[in-house]
C-alpha cells in the first residue's frame, strides 16, 4: 500500500473516522449509555442486576435461558451480555460459543456471570469466547467497571467495522479474513518482582507469545515507544513506580493507546483495580497468578486487537482507494482539488505553480492499438510523471489522458523548467518505446502561477488549462507559461 503523505490531513479528516478511544482529561474514559442483555433463569437475579444497570442509565432486556439469548442478541444487537452459567438446556458456555461462532453476535461481548468460582470455570468460560467472568454474588463496582470498559471497546470497534463493511459494499476492500493466530505476537510485563514478572514471562511464551520485561515506569515508557507491543500485563503491586499512572501514561501516548492493558493485582488492590478500569484498562487478573487464565485471557486480548488492526488497515486501504485513480495509482481529480484548496488556503499562495499536462494525440493510440494499449501508455506515463517530481509535489490523473502536477513554493521559472524536465522525461520514453508498434509519445504542458494572488483553486485550473490549449495550438509537444 503506498502511504499517504502528512500534509493530506484535510481530505482524510473528512474520509476517516475517529480512531482514538474516548478519553477525557488525564486519560479518563468518556462515559456513555448502552443496551445490555441479562440473561439467567432466576428472575430474583435478573431483576437485581437489572435495577442496578438501569439506575446507571443503562437500557436492559432479559432472558431467561440460552435460546432467548441468542435470538435477543440476533435481533436487538446489544452492546453487552451479562450470561448466566448453569440454566437449563444449554447452559452459558455452550451459549456463549454459539454467539462467538455467529458473524452476526461474535463481536458482542459476554461477561459470565455464576456462582462457580473454581479456576478451571474460568478457563473454560475464556476459552468459550467470554471476555469475563465475574463471580456471584456479583461486586457491583467491578461489574460496572466491566460493563464501562467492553461496551467503550465494542463501540470503537462497532465504528471501524461500520465502515469496513461501506468499504466492501464500495468494492474498496477485500472480504474478511481470519484472525491470525497470536503466535508471534509480542507482550511486554511491567514488574519489578523479579520471580511474578518471570512466572508471567513464561506462561505467555508457552502461548507462542514473546514476551518483554520493564521494571520501571521509564523502562515501560522507552520500550513501549521503540517496540510495537500488542499486549502489556502490568503490576499493580510496583513499589518503585505509581502503576495508576502509567496506565495513564499509557493510554495517553501515540504508541500505546489502543495496546490492550491487562492489570494483575493483590486480592486487597481492588480499590486499584477500579481505579485501573476507569483509566483504560482492558482486562484484569488477580493473584496468585493461573497460568492457564492468564494465557486465556492474554489470547483474548491479542486476538481483539489484531481484529481492531484488520479494521483499521482495511479502512485504511478503502480511503487509499478512494483517493486514487485505480489505473495509474496517482491521485484522483477529488483529491486535487481538495489538496489545491488547502495549499490557497494555508497562506501558501504566494508560490503554488499547476502543471496541465496532456498527452499528445492520445486518440490514435485508442484508435488504432485498442484501449488495452491506450491504459499501457497512460501508466507509463503516469510513472514517468512521478518519477520526474519532487517528494512534496502531487501528481494527479485529471481525467482521461490529461494528469495536473501541484508544485508548493514554486514560481513561474521553477515551474517553466520543470515542465521542460516532464516533457523531456516523455520524451526519452517515447525513445525508449521506440518499434512497439504504438505511435511516437508527447505531452504539452501549461503552467499556471499563483504568484501572491489570493484565488480560488479552480481559477488557478482554468489558468493552466488555458495555457494547455495555447501549447496545443503553438504546435505540441511545448509548455506554455499562463
Not at 504539452?444 to 488549462?465: F, H, K, M, N, Y
Request: glycine fraction near 8%.
Amino acid at each position: 500500500m503506498r502511504f499517504l503523505r502528512s500534509d493530506h490531513v484535510d481530505i482524510l479528516t473528512e474520509l476517516r473516522l475517529r480512531t482514538e478511544l474516548p478519553y477525557g482529561p488525564e486519560g479518563v474514559l468518556i462515559a456513555m449509555t448502552a443496551r445490555i442483555l441479562i440473561v439467567d433463569d432466576v428472575p430474583s437475579n435478573t431483576r437485581l442486576l437489572e435495577a442496578k444497570l438501569t439506575a446507571e442509565y443503562y437500557q436492559t432486556a432479559t432472558g431467561q435461558n440460552g435460546a432467548e439469548c441468542l435470538r435477543l442478541a440476533r435481533s436487538w444487537q446489544p452492546d453487552l451480555i451479562l450470561l448466566d452459567v448453569m440454566m437449563p438446556g444449554m447452559d452459558g458456555y455452550e451459549c456463549c460459543r454459539l454467539l462467538k461462532d455467529d458473524p452476526l453476535t461474535l463481536h458482542i461481548p459476554v461477561v459470565m456471570v455464576t456462582a462457580l468460582g473454581e479456576p478451571s470455570e474460568r478457563l473454560r468460560g475464556l476459552e468459550a469466547g467470554a471476555d469475563d467472568f465475574l463471580t456471584k454474588p456479583v461486586d457491583y463496582d467491578t461489574l460496572l467497571a466491566r460493563v464501562r470498559s467492553l461496551v467503550r471497546l465494542k463501540r470503537l470497534l462497532d465504528e471501524w467495522r461500520a465502515r469496513g463493511d461501506t468499504a466492501r459494499a464500495l468494492g474498496l476492500t477485500g472480504q474478511q479474513s481470519a484472525i491470525p493466530s497470536v503466535t508471534g505476537a509480542r507482550a511486554l510485563v511491567v514488574d519489578d518482582w523479579d520471580l511474578g514478572a518471570e512466572h508471567v514471562q513464561q506462561a505467555l511464551s508457552r502461548e507462542g507469545i514473546v514476551p518483554g520485561r520493564a521494571r520501571t515506569e521509564a523502562d515501560a515508557i522507552a520500550l513501549s515507544a521503540a517496540i510495537p507491543f500488542d499486549l502489556i500485563v502490568l503490576s499493580l503491586g510496583i513499589s518503585s513506580d505509581d502503576p495508576l499512572r502509567l496506565a495513564s501514561s499509557l493510554r495517553a501516548a501515540d504508541a500505546t493507546y489502543d495496546i490492550p492493558l491487562l492489570l494483575l493485582a493483590e486480592p486487597e488492590q481492588r480499590a486499584r483495580l477500579l481505579r485501573g478500569f476507569d483509566l483504560g484498562a482492558s482486562d484484569w487478573l488477580l493473584r496468585p497468578v493461573d497460568e492457564n487464565e492468564l494465557r486465556a485471557r492474554a489470547r483474548n486480548q491479542i486476538r481483539r486487537k489484531f481484529y481492531q488492526d484488520r479494521l483499521r488497515a482495511d479502512l485504511g486501504h478503502a480511503l487509499e482507494m478512494a483517493l486514487t485513480d485505480p489505473l495509474t495509482g496517482l491521485y484522483n481529480q477529488r483529491y486535487l482539488l481538495r489538496h489545491l484548496r488547502g495549499l490557497l488556503d494555508g497562506g501558501q499562495g504566494a508560490e503554488i505553480a499547476v502543471l496541465m499536462v496532456d498527452v499528445d494525440h492520445f486518440k490514435a493510440v485508442n484508435d488504432g492499438f485498442g484501449h488495452a494499449a491506450g491504459d499501457r501508455v497512460l501508466k507509463s506515463i503516469a510513472d514517468a510523471l512521478r518519477g520526474k517530481t519532487r517528494v512534496f509535489d502531487s501528481v494527479a490523473r485529471y481525467g482521461g489522458d490529461e494528469f495536473v502536477v501541484v508544485m508548493p513554493g514554486t514560481g513561474p521559472a521553477d515551474a517553466a523548467s520543470a515542465g521542460e524536465r516532464l516533457r523531456g522525461a516523455i520524451e526519452q520514453l517515447a525513445d525508449e518505446t521506440a518499434g512497439s508498434g504504438v505511435p511516437r509519445l508527447s505531452i504539452s504542458i501549461g503552467v499556471a502561477c499563483s504568484a501572491g494572488r489570493q484565488l480560488p483553486a479552480e481559477t488557478l485550473l482554468s489558468e493552466a488549462d488555458q495555457a494547455l490549449y495555447a501549447a496545443k495550438h503553438g504546435g505540441r509537444n511545448r509548455v506554455e507559461i499562463a
